[in-house]
């Protein structure tokens, strides 16, 4: 898979993760008005995952195609937060 495609997809993970974890924290703590920026910022994030990726055009994302280094911290970044996340609502 091209490193654009799947930055993209990471992205859109990151986005619908971030989504959920606001989701989670107002479930906990009740709504705040910090968390509609969370929520805002996850659905922006995604968003731009879904336009790339329904208009087949990833060349937003082609700087990872070359720099394969930048690609690598963002796929170590986005499995940081995943495992962050998941082990703060276990």
Request: positive net charge.
């Given at each position: 898979?091209?490193?654009?495609?799947?930055?993209?997809?990471?992205?859109?993970?990151?986005?619908?993760?971030?989504?959920?974890?606001?989701?989670?924290?107002?479930?906990?703590a009740g709504f705040e008005p910090q968390l509609t920026l969370f929520v805002a910022g996850g659905l922006v994030i995604g968003g731009i995952a879904v336009r790339s990726l329904y208009q087949d055009c990833y060349e937003d994302f082609a700087v990872f195609r070359r720099h394969e280094t930048l690609f690598w911290a963002v796929v170590a970044g986005v499995a940081f937060y995943l495992v962050s996340v998941v082990s703060l609502f276990a």
């Open positions: 898979m091209d490193r654009a495609k799947a930055a993209v997809y990471l992205v859109g993970l990151f986005g619908m993760v971030t989504v959920g974890q606001a989701v989670g924290l107002a479930s906990m």
